[in-house]
């Protein structure tokens, strides 16, 4: 079978589009953005509500959790049990898994009574942000938002 | 006279030698849309001076709508406190934090989103500046406190 040939006349070539500009262009914006983009960690949110001074009249059920954490690091739940070892300033972040056990515990007591979980954090002043961070970190791992500060010192 | 096959021969030798671009082109447009899509535009200037702890249970932020923001720095050798401003640019005293909270507060009365606080402390603060500026916040009008975090350590 013959086929048709597609006529093209002799010498004649194909169009072609000069891209240099483009590729000019764009390598202006990659070294834009090479040179201003700073691989930067985002910071997160840690949030807590600090109770108001409105009082109630239904007290609730269940009563609240005593969370104290030592100038030295350790942590202390209800005057007793330690949770969370010394942690001297600059250690690394705690997990603090007994911490986290006992307020699951907690958590699910006053659920089942369907009253608001209440912490009371008592921080030392001398203690470091990141061990109290740690603590807040774990009250976030349950959902607890309310959290009582104590051992407000006056200004200086 | 030179045959059709031997002319060809001839003008093709002539062209120029051409580089095939393309391959290029694709790398460079891949590397612009990786930069233009992970690149973020800084909208609150922040002290870089300070370096939050590291909470794994902190989240990012949707909106940063209604925050006042302040920094705790380390206390200096001296044992003294030291609080500032977002940008670290002007120092403040816990009185000025009350009062620019309940500026803050006061200006943002009717608004949908509650306003907060955002304390940026360092890893190495003491709790007690924590506790003193969340109290002058609380005494402005604000009780909902932010910690700013990182979500890892690395």
């Keep these: ?156 | 006279m030179a045959s059709r096959k031997l002319q060809a021969v001839l003008e093709e030798a002539d062209e120029d030698a051409r580089m095939d671009m393309s391959p290029m082109i694709d790398m460079v447009f891949l590397l612009l849309i990786f930069f233009m899509v992970a690149s973020r535009m800084v909208t609150v200037r922040v002290d870089p001076t300070i370096k939050p702890p590291v909470a794994d249970e902190s989240i990012k932020p949707k909106s940063a709508i209604g925050r006042i923001i302040f920094n705790i720095h380390p206390k200096s050798a001296g044992g003294e406190s030291k609080y500032s401003t977002s940008d670290g640019s002007q120092t403040v005293s816990l009185e000025e934090i009350t009062n620019r909270v309940q500026k803050f507060s006061e200006s943002r009365s009717g608004s949908k989103v509650e306003s907060s606080l955002l304390l940026r402390a360092h890893k190495d603060a003491d709790v007690s500046d924590i506790k003193k500026v969340a109290k002058a916040a609380a005494e402005g009008g604000i009780n909902k406190v932010i910690f700013g975090a990182f979500k890892t350590d690395k």
Excluded: H, W
């Design chain 1, 1 to 156: 079978m013959a086929r048709r040939r597609k006529y093209s006349p002799e010498g004649a070539k194909d169009p072609e589009l000069d891209i240099s500009s483009l590729v000019d262009v764009a390598f202006l914006l990659l070294i834009y953005f090479l040179v201003t983009s700073t691989l930067k960690k985002d910071e997160t949110d840690l949030s807590i509500v600090l109770p108001t001074s409105i009082p109630t009249d239904n007290p609730d059920p269940v009563d609240p959790l005593a969370i104290l954490i030592e100038a030295d690091g350790r942590v202390i739940v209800d005057k007793t049990v330690e949770v969370g070892g010394a942690r001297p300033k600059g250690s690394k972040p705690d997990r603090l898994p007994q911490l986290r056990a006992k307020l699951k515990e907690y958590k699910e007591l006053a659920d089942g009574v369907g009253s608001k979980p209440v912490v009371i954090v008592a921080a030392a002043d001398e203690g470091n942000t990141q061990r109290f961070i740690d603590v807040v970190n774990a009250l976030a791992s349950v959902k607890i938002k309310n959290i009582t500060m104590t051992g407000f010192s006056g200004p200086e």
